[in-house]
């Protein structure tokens, strides 16, 4: 065999074993998401962008698999996985399409880039900054909202469906979950600036009040939305201080002295982080571990939806009575007042919650 001929053979051998390659890693990314999949999968198709055409990203091109600064400068760590993809609802409408980054294995964290609209967020910030409260935790035993130097950053919610922005932002969440929009908690705002921070906590429930069946159960995962950027050095960043990592390569002039070890992502405005609280054998999964750097410079705004085993509040309502004193959402108004929401969130609860509490107004006699 002469020279031109080996060369050809070898050209041959290294297209066929790179097509292998590409074809296993194709069906492997496709498996794992089929084995990622929790009860409530409703039909939706995930499909892998592996022939999307090339876009356009700040004016330099830029193609599925690629960013232009690499995700080693944007997260600190080395992704597990990066894949461009594309979910579509059952009726095959796009609802998201956008680079994924698989962060960790354990706990098991992804990055979606440009999640939420720069329209959507700043739809949320403007409409969130009337009705901020002081934040509260869940106490582990009582499971009552209680106020604590743990947290300090401000918030309030909207209601599952409140606006059009909500629930699309919300179906998008079950398109790329797979779980039904109704297993969904309202969304929760948050504001962080001068110094306000959230400790490391897990998102699951350590008491049997808030995972009790009849309200949803367990939280499966959360929903972490980033509505604003909080610039270099400037803190904010979410933190997970137990995830197992390798090639942990981060910038310590980038990065606050908060996220200098373990899993650490930066608030980038549209940017979402979801991460599961349940192991895929439904163990709890303790490395969720996560929490949020204290905010020095401007402020960080932020969007969770945390979701539930089954659906959040309940399957079924007593029908809401017509006129007079009434709560808009029976079980739950009870439930929260119970945890002292009525006092935590008076904006809210004063008006859904008059009921349960007890702010009615005593019929006046004749």
């Known amino acids: 065999m002469n ?40 039909g939706e198709v995930a499909t892998l962008g592996l022939n999307a055409e090339a876009r356009t990203d700040n004016g330099a091109e830029v193609r599925p698999g690629e960013h232009r600064l690499g995700p080693e400068l944007l997260y600190g760590v080395k992704p597990v996985n990066h894949e461009w993809m594309t979910f579509a609802d059952s009726d095959g409408e796009v609802s998201y399409s956008g680079e994924v980054y698989q962060l960790s294995a354990e706990p098991r964290a992804f990055l979606y880039k440009n999640f939420v609209s720069e329209e959507e967020c700043d ?59 109704g297993n969904g908690e309202p969304m929760q705002i948050l504001r962080y600036e001068h110094g306000q921070k959230y400790d490391a906590h897990q998102d699951y429930f350590h008491d049997d009040y808030n995972q009790r069946p009849e309200i ?59 991460f599961y609280s349940i192991k895929p054998d439904g163990v709890l999964d303790k490395r969720s571990l996560h929490g949020s750097c204290p905010t020095f410079a401007g402020e960080k705004w ?59 107004n005593p019929t006046k006699s004749i």
Request: with cysteine.
């Open 302 to 360: 932020s969007a969770t939806k945390w979701i539930r085993a089954d659906t959040y509040g309940g399957r079924k309502q007593k029908p809401k009575p017509v006129g007079g004193c009434h709560d808009e959402d029976i079980f739950m108004c009870r439930t929260w007042a119970t945890n002292g929401e009525c006092e935590n969130n008076p904006g809210y609860m004063l008006e859904n919650c008059r009921k349960s509490c007890n702010k009615c």
């Open 123 to 181: 739809f949320l910030i403007a409409h969130s900054k009337s009705k901020l409260q002081a934040s509260t935790v869940v106490d582990n035993k009582t499971g009552k909202s209680v106020p604590s130097t743990v947290r300090t950053s401000y918030g309030t919610h909207f209601e599952k469906g409140e606006n059009g922005v909500v629930r699309a932002i919300e179906q998008r969440i079950a398109d790329v979950t797979m779980l039904p929009v």
């Open 3 to 42: 020279l031109s001929k080996c060369k050809l053979a070898a050209v041959v051998l290294l297209t066929c074993l790179q097509l292998t390659l590409g074809a296993r890693k194709a069906l492997n990314t496709i498996k794992y998401l089929e084995d990622e999949r929790f009860p409530g999968w409703k």
């Open 216 to 274: 949803g159960g367990q939280r499966v995962l959360t929903v972490l939305m980033y509505l604003a950027t909080v610039e270099d050095g400037a803190g904010g960043e979410t933190v997970f201080p137990s995830a197992k990592l390798k090639n942990d390569i981060r910038d310590p002039a980038v990065w606050s002295a908060c996220a200098r070890r373990g899993l650490a992502v930066k608030a980038v405005k549209g940017d979402a982080v979801i």
